[in-house]
């Protein structure tokens, strides 16, 4: 089992910067701008930037003009057919200080809009609202800080749709191919939104351009940014750092919402989150851990080691009649919890909940004639961590 999803049935013969590159258009396409240009976003940070950008842009054109102007001025009426002496000069105080002093002045009309700029981008205080956000490969964890809710963002595109690259009948590919997501990060629209940026395992990168917001993921580093969307929305986003072989995977979904429709889904995901803590001190049956673990696996384990549990040997080992699923239960918990270093299999141990790693854990061994009639209850998960 690894941290994966139904992405891993995409042929190795499209490689991740490809499909980054196929989706950077997509992105350029859906905000209705040239992709050879900036996006110009939606927040006033954004529009800061945008307009920085083509204000430089232009005063570097116009000193283009007038350089390769007065350049080709030069070299046609000056030029040697039509008798023309090159003049005799040395140390001349006037082009001395022209050429400091003009250069300085063209510096200064772009340090000024800069400097404000930055200043607004990095200004991250007095936030409504943290989000801690925690790059995995690859996958996207949320956390409202001391609002009790944390989920993981995973990509939901189909493999149907990445399997008609080499297979036409294959179902279509939709109009958010490879930028939709099973757990979007919704926030308030008109509201300062803070985000505390880090990875656990490679360097990330969180982007999305029309928020105007990128921040790199660096594990042992927390980063800072912030965003205060003016109007609800959808807005996509990747990605952008080289994460892995499935970093064109990664994709990023922000769904603004009005204040009090946030405050709902807020308080409803807090009650999730609560009845899930309530199940913790639980004492489930067979049945229930099977019908649970089955669940759990198809969305967390499915792509890698297949539904029938025989894998893609070598790089994705089967679990059924496996060493591991048929060997000591303290084994099998501990690669799930802790993965398996240099090799595909990450650490589920902070990406699920007790509950369902006891879960996917009976079902696994029990399932596809493991038969081995083993359960285990999420306290033993628990005190597993615990002794850890």
Same mark, same amino acid.
């Given at each position: 089992?690894?941290?994966?999803?139904?992405?891993?049935?995409?042929?190795?013969?499209?490689?991740?910067?490809?499909?980054?590159?196929?989706?950077?258009?997509?992105?350029?396409?859906?905000?209705?701008?040239?992709?050879?240009?900036?996006? +110009?976003?939606?927040?006033?940070?954004?529009?800061?930037?945008?307009?920085?950008?083509?204000?430089?842009?232009?005063?570097?054109?116009?000193?283009?003009? %007038?350089?390769?102007?007065?350049?080709?001025?030069? #070299?046609?009426?000056? +030029?040697?057919?039509?008798?023309?002496?090159?003049?005799?000069?040395?140390?001349?105080?006037?082009?001395?200080?022209?050429?400091?002093?003009?250069?300085?002045?063209?510096?200064?009309?772009?340090?000024?809009?800069?400097? +404000?700029?930055?200043?607004?981008?990095?200004?991250?205080?007095?936030?409504?609202?943290?989000?801690?956000?925690?790059?995995?490969?690859?996958?996207?964890?949320?956390? @409202?800080?001391?609002?009790?809710?944390?989920?993981?963002?995973?990509?939901?595109?189909?493999?149907?749709?990445?399997?008609? #690259?080499?297979?036409?009948?294959?179902?279509?590919?939709?109009?958010? @191919?490879?930028?939709?997501?099973?757990?979007?990060?919704?926030?308030?629209?008109?509201?300062?939104?803070?985000?505390?940026?880090?990875?656990?395992? %490679?360097?990330?990168?969180?982007?999305?351009?029309?928020?105007?917001?990128?921040?790199?993921? #660096?594990?042992?580093?927390?980063? *800072?940014?912030?965003?205060?969307?003016?109007?609800?929305?959808? @807005?996509?986003?990747?990605?952008? *750092?080289?994460?892995?072989?499935?970093?064109?995977?990664?994709?990023?979904?922000?769904?603004?919402?009005?204040?009090?429709?946030?405050? $709902?889904?807020?308080?409803?995901?807090?009650? *999730?989150?609560?009845?899930?803590?309530?199940?913790?001190?639980?004492?489930?049956?067979?049945?229930?851990?099977?019908?649970?673990?089955?669940?759990? @696996?198809?969305?967390?384990?499915?792509?890698?080691?297949?539904?029938?549990?025989?894998?893609?040997?070598?790089?994705?080992?089967?679990?059924? $009649?496996?060493?591991?699923?048929?060997?000591?239960?303290?084994?099998?918990?501990?690669?799930?919890?802790?993965?398996?270093?240099?090799?595909?299999?990450?650490?589920?141990?902070?990406?699920?909940?007790?509950?369902?790693?006891?879960?996917?854990?009976?079902?696994? +061994?029990?399932?596809?004639?493991?038969?081995?009639?083993?359960?285990?209850?999420?306290?033993? %998960?628990?005190?597993?961590?615990?002794?850890?």
């Amino acid at each position: 089992m690894r941290a994966a999803t139904r992405r891993r049935l995409l042929p190795l013969a499209l490689p991740g910067a490809t499909l980054s590159a196929f989706s950077g258009s997509l992105l350029a396409a859906e905000a209705g701008h040239s992709s050879v240009n900036m996006t +110009r976003g939606v927040t006033e940070v954004s529009h800061a930037i945008y307009d920085l950008h083509m204000y430089t842009l232009w005063v570097c054109v116009a000193i283009g003009v %007038v350089v390769f102007g007065v350049m080709f001025y030069s #070299i046609f009426a000056h +030029r040697k057919s039509k008798g023309a002496v090159a003049a005799n000069f040395h140390e001349s105080t006037t082009l001395e200080i022209a050429w400091t002093v003009v250069p300085f002045l063209i510096l200064a009309t772009f340090a000024a809009p800069a400097t +404000r700029t930055l200043l607004s981008i990095y200004n991250a205080d007095e936030a409504d609202l943290d989000v801690m956000i925690t790059g995995y490969q690859w996958k996207w964890k949320y956390e @409202y800080l001391d609002k009790g809710v944390s989920f993981f963002s995973a990509l939901s595109t189909s493999p149907n749709e990445f399997n008609n #690259i080499r297979n036409p009948d294959q179902a279509p590919k939709g109009e958010h @191919y490879l930028l939709e997501v099973d757990e979007p990060l919704v926030i308030p629209a008109g509201k300062k939104v803070r985000f505390l940026v880090t990875a656990a395992d %490679v360097i990330h990168s969180w982007w999305v351009p029309q928020l105007a917001v990128k921040k790199d993921a #660096i594990p042992g580093f927390v980063n *800072e940014t912030w965003t205060r969307v003016p109007e609800p929305g959808i @807005y996509r986003g990747q990605c952008a *750092e080289l994460c892995g072989k499935d970093h064109g995977f990664m994709p990023i979904v922000v769904n603004v919402v009005p204040e009090a429709e946030f405050d $709902g889904w807020l308080a409803k995901r807090k009650e *999730e989150a609560d009845a899930e803590k309530a199940l913790m001190a639980q004492t489930f049956t067979m049945d229930e851990l099977m019908a649970r673990g089955e669940s759990v @696996y198809a969305k967390a384990c499915a792509s890698c080691h297949q539904p029938n549990g025989e894998g893609v040997p070598p790089a994705f080992p089967a679990l059924k $009649g496996s060493a591991i699923a048929m060997g000591p239960v303290e084994g099998h918990l501990d690669i799930v919890v802790n993965g398996k270093q240099a090799t595909s299999m990450a650490a589920f141990g902070a990406q699920l909940n007790e509950v369902d790693l006891a879960a996917v854990i009976t079902y696994e +061994r029990n399932a596809w004639g493991n038969n081995m009639g083993d359960m285990l209850q999420p306290i033993d %998960v628990a005190k597993f961590k615990k002794a850890k």
